[in-house]
């Protein structure tokens, strides 16, 4: 097993590897192989592959295309080329320095020496001991230091290195560490954020890898209040340890907080008071990165959200301005077209009249279709307006009945008509309660045959409000509650099979509940496959703009 040490300006990282092959360079993993990513523009993206020898010896293989590995001021491995080194060994890529070794010469720490407080609080969490219970009960003053550095800390920024400096700066100052270090996993390495001292405390190896293993592996704080195999390199000069885990979002383990004493200074050990301000520390740099994915997730949902608004308005635009371009034409042809018929009739040639039936009756319906689109863009865009007068409810109900009449006589079907005696008059627009009844008319004539559709208008009074409700009722093929569930919806009908056999855009029911909620009322259905189909339009006898 190989203990690497990657430092440079910029950060600093450990990592251990087991066996196998281990690569180091500015790009990502690739193949599986076990990276450290060096944050060093002058390292290539693939710069270094090691792996250990059965003899002991560690051989290096230069990946790079240009850049040498240095191994002194005067050796070096050439692009291309490989070189067995005895370990401990140290190589230079860049700006950084790699230095490997044997893990066999780290510590040997076994998990029944470390001591341990109660697991950091995560989203789902019973009864928490109270921080005096824990340890030696420290005095009012200290206590109030502490949480008035709690206080400091969680002011910053989080995810800045000031944020992460004060954090280790706290393990120094109000823990009584000797070092304070912020570390975080970067693949299958530490690397250090941010780092504080105490006097003599920046000597020496940084940090246990041991005990961060088992921080990760069983996600709560550990600490050693006095590390008796001192002959060891890595610990050699420490004599206390303590480190905390730190979570991400997604509840894993992405970092630690970790902190120890030399042998040199003169204080009490670390017990499970000073573990417990270490976790609580651990739990402020957890809190601060959960907040920045939160706000980061919610800055994204927003840039999304502005862009759709962005798009929807563009194609409302877009949609306004090619059905003013398209109804110009079309207005001539619908009137060039009546025109020909009457010349037709005037000079005797009849038999051109059924083919000018034909193109003026195709315009008109496609001048309706554009008219609908045009309608929709306008209430997306907010350009819709209601225009609302006083009017005859029995009057138009009837006048638009008449117009009706003659989609009621194509499938032999007939039309009832009946307004109450004191439905009256109401103040709305009424262009667009006329074009909601048109489209319910049209659409009980489509779908109604050899039936009767019942045309029915009243006045109700609800929790002290006038309403005028409108029931247009058929006897046609009806709809299963699933056929109901799609109404409603823009360019949508009941089915596939029924745009196929009967035809339509699936715009005319959208339009009808889009009108009637500009209006301050609302459009119901009900209905019964091979019963027919019953809907409601209810509207507030005085419009009140919203």
Request: proline fraction near 4%; charge should be negative; include cysteine.
């Amino acid at each position: 097993m190989l203990r690497c040490h990657v430092s440079n300006e910029r950060d600093r990282q450990q990592l251990e590897h087991d066996r196998g092959p281990l690569e180091f360079g500015r790009g990502p993993k690739r193949n599986d192989i076990p990276r450290c990513v060096i944050h060093d523009p002058y390292v290539s993206k693939d710069h270094v592959r090691v792996w250990e020898l059965p003899d002991g010896r560690l051989r290096v293989e230069n990946l790079s295309q240009k850049a040498p590995i240095w191994l002194s001021a005067n050796s070096s491995i050439l692009p291309g080329g490989s070189f067995d080194l005895e370990l401990p060994a140290r190589l230079s890529v860049g700006d950084s320095v790699i230095d490997i070794e044997p893990a066999a010469l780290d510590e040997t720490i076994q998990r029944e020496h470390l001591a341990t407080v109660a697991q950091p609080v995560r989203p789902v969490a019973g009864n928490r001991p109270i921080l005096s219970h824990l340890g030696r009960a420290p005095s009012p003053e200290t206590l109030i230091s502490w949480f008035e550095t709690v206080c400091a800390v969680q002011r910053a920024a989080p995810g800045t290195p000031e944020f992460y400096q004060q954090i280790a700066q706290a393990l120094v100052e109000l823990v009584g560490l000797d070092r304070g270090l912020v570390l975080m996993r970067q693949g299958d390495a530490w690397q250090v954020l941010a780092r504080a001292f105490q006097d003599e405390g920046g000597t020496g190896r940084e940090f246990s890898s041991t005990i961060l293993h088992h921080v990760v592996a069983e996600r709560r704080t550990f600490f050693q209040p006095s590390v008796r195999n001192t002959a060891v390199e890595s610990l050699m000069g420490v004599q206390m340890v303590v480190a905390s885990p730190i979570f991400d979002g997604q509840d894993t383990v992405c970092g630690a907080v970790y902190g120890s004493r030399s042998l040199s200074a003169r204080s009490r050990e670390i017990g499970p008071l000073e573990a417990q301000v270490v976790q609580l520390l651990a739990a402020i740099v957890s809190s601060g990165l959960v907040r920045l994915e939160h706000e980061a997730e919610a800055t994204r949902m927003r840039v999304a959200m502005e862009a759709a608004a962005e798009a929807e308005r563009a194609k409302s635009q877009f949609l306004a301005n090619m059905s003013h371009e398209l109804r110009t034409p079309l207005n001539a042809i619908i009137g060039y077209s009546e025109m020909l018929q009457e010349q037709a009739g005037d000079v005797g040639q009849e038999d051109f009249v059924p083919d000018l039936v034909k193109v003026h009756s195709s315009a008109k319906h496609l001048l309706a279709l554009i008219n609908d689109i045009l309608d929709l863009s306008k209430i997306d865009f907010g350009g819709m307006k209601i225009v609302p007068e006083v009017f005859d409810v029995a009057a138009l109900v009837r006048e638009t009945a008449g117009t009706i009449s003659t989609l009621v006589d194509q499938k032999a079907n007939k039309l009832e008509v009946n307004c109450a005696a004191d439905v009256g008059k109401m103040n709305s627009d009424p262009l667009r309660v006329r074009q909601c009844l048109l489209n319910l008319l049209s659409n009980a004539c489509k779908f109604t045959e050899r039936g009767t559709i019942r045309l029915t208008a009243a006045r109700v009074a609800r929790a002290g409000t006038d309403w005028i409700q409108v029931r247009v009722a058929d006897s046609g093929i009806g709809m299963t509650k699933e056929q109901m569930g799609r109404l409603f919806q823009r360019f949508s009908q009941a089915d596939d099979s029924t745009t196929r056999k009967y035809g339509g855009t699936g715009l005319g029911l959208a339009l009808t509940r889009e009108f009637c909620r500009l209006m301050g009322g609302d459009v119901s259905v009900e209905s019964e496959a091979g019963k027919g189909s019953t809907f409601t339009i209810d509207l507030p006898v005085q419009y009140v703009k919203g």
